[in-house]
T-cell receptor, first 114, second 114 residues
Framework: AQSVTQLDSQVPVFEEAPVELRCNYS??????LFWYVQYPNQGLQLLLK??????LVKSINGFEAEFNKSQTSFHLRKPSVHISDTAEYFC????????????FGKGTRLSVIA | GAVVSQHPSRVICKSGTSVKIECRSL??????MFWYRQFPKQSLMLMAT?????????EQGVEKDKFLINHASLTLSTLTVTSAHPEDSSFYIC??????????FGPGTRLTVT
């Protein structure tokens, strides 16, 4: 079975400051790793994913995450946040095969302060 | 990616009544659909896995007679909460997959049982 730990439930940060949202996972099998973003009263949107290959993955809106196998981590970073980045961020894992459900962390609420 | 809709987006019902939630994959042949439940300020928890044309597989602790899932076609799955009680109030989210790692999420349905 897989599990995901997001150590920070809330992260306040000033606009244009850098941010890191931490995610650690455990699994006895190889996994795929994901970050999802959820805006209030909306469903989840895929932010970025790691399947294989380069351990650094990037999204179109400036977020990036790095897969670290030895530390079993997949931390999310952004060098300069915007007010519009305020949302709930979920780290998730699945077994590296198709049709498998996601196991989510508890989420981190990112609040960007003007 | 696939477009997934859920109907209704919000529903309020009285205790003891049943509520049906629809999940539609508008442009995607969804061989598998997942139903998740999200309590306020908490993560998504998998309730059941639904494969088209077969019975759903429920997670431990989820009552199959209370949460009836039907996946009659490749584009539609329904979740019926029978004899709803206030503790069933939650945000219900479906996701669809066509056999790969990629999951596409619906916008969610907020159920409030009074």
């Amino acid at each position: 079975a897989q599990s995901v730990t997001q150590l920070d439930s809330q992260v306040p940060v000033f606009e244009e400051a850098p941010v890191e949202l931490r995610c650690n996972y455990s699994s006895s099998v190889s996994v795929y790793l994901f970050w999802y973003v959820q805006y209030p009263n909306q469903g989840l949107q895929l932010l970025l994913k790691y399947l294989s290959g380069s351990t650094l993955v990037k999204s179109i809106n400036g977020f990036e995450a790095e897969f670290n196998k030895s530390q079993t981590s997949f931390h999310l970073r952004k060098p300069s946040v915007h007010i519009s980045d305020t949302a709930e961020y979920f780290c998730a894992v699945s077994k590296n095969s198709g049709n498998t459900p996601l196991v989510f962390g508890k989420g981190t609420r990112l609040s960007v302060i003007a | 990616g696939a477009v997934v809709s859920q109907h209704p987006s919000r529903v309020i019902c009285k205790s003891g009544t049943s509520v049906k939630i629809e999940c539609r994959s508008l442009d995607f042949q969804a061989t598998t659909m997942f139903w998740y439940r999200q309590f306020p300020k908490q993560s998504l928890m998998l309730m059941a896995t639904s494969n088209e044309g077969s019975k759903a597989t429920y997670e431990q602790g989820v009552e199959k007679d209370k949460f009836l899932i039907n996946h009659a076609s490749l584009t539609l799955s329904t979740l019926t909460v029978t004899s709803a009680h206030p503790e069933d109030s939650s945000f219900y989210i479906c996701s669809v997959t066509g056999g790969s790692y990629e999951q596409y999420f619906g916008p969610g349905t907020r159920l409030t049982v009074t």
